[in-house]
């Protein structure tokens, strides 16, 4: 007897939706199923294509069309499959490693989304070295995120109406462009913005003036000259990174003004040392606050800490009023974390008053570690905070290696607790496992 077609039977948007689920390739040799599958894998609404996967976005390559795409044939098949597609495309992601004479083949390909008229996000890790993208203006995108691409706006510009999200991640984009790109797409809720530099000779400089920014992501480099957050009243989450680790000298004054300007409205912060460290040589007002911060994530390397560095970290939690949550993460090498300057520790073993968090509203100090052979350097901080944090609640070490020295971390926390009264839960956890242990 022969087996029903179960799969055909099922809603055509049911199908669809599995469809989309498959590699493309895949999904295209479903065509072959039948005369009422010939053309279903043509109304996918996703397309996530390329050969070099980065970060965790594209890790998934199982939307490759060819597995070695070569000179212009890879791309003139995505642009074939992109011109088949009869549904609306509402996402798509390309990813490669593009030669010059595919510039113009790419180019053609973004002419011919702009024609489908119903994309909504789109992404664009291109690897040019040499070429440039003229960025047509999509009407309907949503979310933009480009990464390695030399990006060039037409004479005819008229922003993105609906973007909501934008991320800049090592482009190259002149300072024009780049002021034309952020401020005629009026509705930003997102900003993201890592390693990029100007077309040219110049630096890069950022106004922002954005009424419904919320999130803002910074990244300070050798090729920036200027961020300042001229009018953002709805910007709740800030997170910022320094990544010029010999020269924090020049950008101490614009990791403040970009603290400062953003300090209003924020309830949630996440900063890397480099960032503390350049606030050290910074000449810092006595009278900051972030009057709405509730959460702070911090990356701290405690072996190179000195006594500024230390005076920039109280600082800035002495101008934290009602801070609620805390993560540190520790960023030390396994071989050297036993090791924390004794200056270091006679500051982190002081008592503070007058730190407004840690009298009323610091519940929950997080701090984590890849490694758990820096008992030291994490007994150091657990210790600063169950002295200083009166409300405390909850102190978390969390780690991922040495589960051999954890009994030498208990012993060390239970100590501290005695010595400092404390009354938070102390708890030590291992994140590999996902197995907490109470510290009594």
Known sequence: MEEADRISSLPQDVILAILSRLPLKDAIRTSALARSW??????????????????????????IYSSDPVASSWIERVHHVVSSLRGPLLHFELSHNFSSHQFSLLQRLLDLLLLKGSLESL???????????????FHSLKKLELRRCRIVLPADFRGFDRLS?????????SNDDLHLLIHLSNNLTTFK?????SLGDQLVSIKLSLPFLRYLAFGFC????????????CLKQAKIRNFMFNNFQKFASMNLELLTSTAVTVSYLNLNFSVLKSLSVAALPLNFTFPR????????????????????????????????E???????NASNTNWVDVQMIELFSMKYDGLACLDKTLKSVIIGMEDLNGVMTGITLAKFFMLNGRVLELMKVAYRIGSEVEPNMIEELQKAKATTSSKANVVILRQKENVTVNVK
């Open 38 to 63: 010939r053309h279903l894998w043509t109304f996918r609404s996703r397309l996530r294509l390329g050969n070099y996967p980065y970060l965790d976005r594209l890790g998934d390559t199982s939307d």
């Open 123 to 137: 992404l664009l890790f291109c690897l040019l070295d040499r070429g440039v993208i003229n960025l047509p203006s």
């Open 165 to 173: 999200s934008l991320t800049l991640y090592n482009i190259q984009i």
């Open 193 to 197: 913005a890592m390693f990029f530099r």
């Open 222 to 233: 050798r090729f920036v000259e200027k961020v300042e957050v001229v009018s953002a009243p």
């Open 293 to 324: 911060l509730r959460q702070l994530k911090l990356r701290l390397t405690i072996r190179t800490m000195n006594k500024r560095i230390y005076d920039a970290f109280i600082w800035l939690l002495r101008g934290i009023l009602f801070l609620e």
């Open 326 to 332: 805390l993560h540190i993460k520790v960023a030390d």
